[in-house]
């Protein structure tokens, strides 16, 4: 598997940059990324309803070799309510084998690309036929569309249900993992991807800027000061710190605060402020 950059980032919120708007803007941006080391991109259908991952797509191919600098994750199995096409409006999963072999090769020509480095099931789904799914996932390897296959937001019984099923391992497991979100932490579920050696991605980080806010929000600007850093790169140091420690996926697009976050990436806190962040965000000390 192509090593993870220190960060991946999501492109779930592209429609809210006006800079990037136009194909050149995109591609300007995208490469500027990959130059400064940052060449994993997070997609999604769900994302601005297939538009981001089109426009991604007509990026790459307007800057030729480009394609070959980045690694795309992509996430599906998420129908919106708008999008059922039954008329009823019902949010629904759909990991039918059918389905899913159509989502990738539609995401494969709407990204222009040849591979989808990392393919993600976003969420567990009771009516999964698990041993089709396994199939589809396993020829998506064989045949080179896919490079490798990881999950969003499952449990361990249903990740290693999943892998039952498969040849091919299973090499990420995505999970909502920050100071105010801990809980992974201490429920056994960030011990279960140690076990089976499932690469954990960490997703909203920083909670959308909310951990800035109140008690945490103070402690972390003024233990930011004493490292010498900003908060947000702080609060990924806490994540950073963690033995076998997520990769953050970020939603920022804002090049300064990318710059800023991939250049303290390897910072790591001391044991007490570590725990003095989690105390400030639980309200109480550790048991």
């Known amino acids: 598997?192509?090593?993870?950059?220190?960060?991946?980032?999501?492109?779930?919120?592209?429609?809210?940059?006006?800079?990037?708007?136009?194909?050149?803007?995109?591609?300007?941006?995208?490469?500027?990324?990959?130059?400064?080391?940052?060449?994993?991109?997070?997609?999604?259908?769900?994302?601005?309803?297939?538009?981001?991952?089109?426009?991604?797509?007509?990026?790459?191919?307007?800057?030729?070799?480009?394609?070959?600098?980045?690694?795309?994750?992509?996430?599906?199995?998420?129908v919106p309510a708008h999008l059922d096409t039954s008329g009823r409006h019902v949010k629904h999963y759909d990991t039918g084998s059918n389905t899913l072999a159509h989502v990738i090769d539609h995401q494969l020509e709407m990204l222009n690309l040849e591979r989808i480095e990392l393919f993600h099931l976003h969420r567990p789904d009771p009516?999964?036929?698990?041993a089709t799914v396994g199939h589809v996932l396993d020829e998506g390897i064989a045949s080179g569309k896919l490079g490798h296959i990881g999950v969003s937001h499952?449990?361990?019984?249903?990740?290693?249900?999943?892998?039952?099923?498969?040849?091919?391992?299973?090499?990420?497991?995505?999970?909502?993992?920050?100071?105010?979100?801990?809980?992974?932490?201490?429920?056994?579920?960030?011990?279960?991807?140690?076990?089976?050696?499932?690469?954990?991605?960490?997703?909203?980080?920083?909670?959308?800027?909310?951990?800035?806010?109140?008690?945490?929000?103070?402690?972390l600007a003024e233990r930011a000061q004493?490292?010498?850093?900003?908060?947000?790169?702080?609060?990924?140091?806490w994540l950073n710190t963690l033995p076998h420690a997520p990769t953050p996926v970020v939603g920022t697009l804002k090049p300064a605060h990318l710059r800023t976050l991939l250049d303290h990436a390897s910072l790591q806190l001391d044991r007490v402020t570590w725990f003095e962040l989690l105390e400030a965000a639980r309200a109480h000390r550790v048991f």
């Open 1 to 78: 598997m192509a090593a993870l950059a220190p960060l991946i980032i999501s492109l779930r919120q592209l429609h809210h940059y006006d800079e990037l708007q136009t194909t050149h803007a995109l591609a300007d941006w995208i490469e500027a990324r990959v130059d400064e080391g940052l060449t994993w991109f997070c997609l999604a259908p769900t994302y601005g309803d297939g538009e981001h991952q089109a426009r991604f797509g007509q990026a790459l191919f307007s800057r030729p070799g480009l394609s070959s600098r980045v690694n795309v994750m992509v996430k599906a199995g998420i």
């Open 127 to 130: 009516l999964m036929d698990h």
């Open 154 to 219: 499952f449990l361990p019984a249903q990740w290693r249900r999943l892998q039952t099923a498969m040849s091919a391992p299973l090499r990420c497991g995505e999970l909502e993992l920050s100071i105010p979100r801990s809980e992974a932490l201490f429920d056994g579920l960030w011990d279960a991807m140690c076990v089976d050696n499932i690469m954990p991605l960490a997703c909203s980080p920083l909670c959308g800027g909310r951990l800035f806010e109140s008690l945490l929000g103070s402690l």
């Open 226 to 237: 004493d490292y010498g850093v900003s908060a947000a790169s702080l609060a990924m140091a």
